[in-house]
């Protein structure tokens, strides 16, 4: 029953939201693979902050047990490349998704369970882009340790 409705779920990603996952057959997981669809992972906290930054902001997929948030942005880039970028996104416990990598997309059994959910569900197929995101995330870190530091 899972997978049929991980399948019905995956079905409306790729039709309405120009999310072409695929569907794991034996977990029932929902599978979108970085590339034409970009990734950027970081606390849940700092996530809220660059939500309300992002004019689209979503959509952002919640992993409520490890309090952490997935921007799901427009295409990957090469900053994902860019050490300095990295180190920076680093030291706020945040990533750019290489391409090839792997999301796991909100499934109805990872909605009943807790694991995966939506903080801003998917709109059609707008979606900010990496490099947006990206400036919000540095924009927040920022601003949060200047509010730290005084």
């Known amino acids: 029953m899972a997978v049929h409705d991980a399948l019905a779920r995956c079905r409306r990603y790729r039709k309405e939201f120009g999310l ?3 569907v794991d ?4 997981r929902i599978l979108l693979e970085v590339g034409a669809v970009g990734a ?5 906290g700092l ?3 660059v939500r309300d930054r992002l004019d689209p902001a979503g959509p952002i997929i919640a992993h409520p047990r490890s309090r952490r948030w997935t921007f799901l942005t427009g295409p990957a880039d090469q900053s ?3 050490s300095a970028l990295f180190a920076e996104l680093f030291r706020v416990c945040a990533s750019v998704a ?3 990598t792997r999301v796991v ?3 109805p059994t990872d909605e009943r369970g807790g694991y995966r959910n939506w903080v801003v569900a998917p709109e059609a197929d707008r979606r900010p882009t990496q490099a947006a995101v ?3 995330t540095r924009y927040c870190a920022d601003a949060s340790g200047a509010r730290a530091s005084k």
């Open 40 to 44: 950027v992972v970081m606390p849940a």
């Open 20 to 22: 072409y996952a695929i």
């Open 25 to 28: 057959p034996v977990l029932g």
């Open 134 to 136: 990206i400036a919000a």
């Open 80 to 82: 994902c490349l860019d």
């Open 98 to 100: 290489l391409p090839g």
């Open 105 to 107: 997309l909100p499934s």
């Open 47 to 49: 996530g809220e902050r």
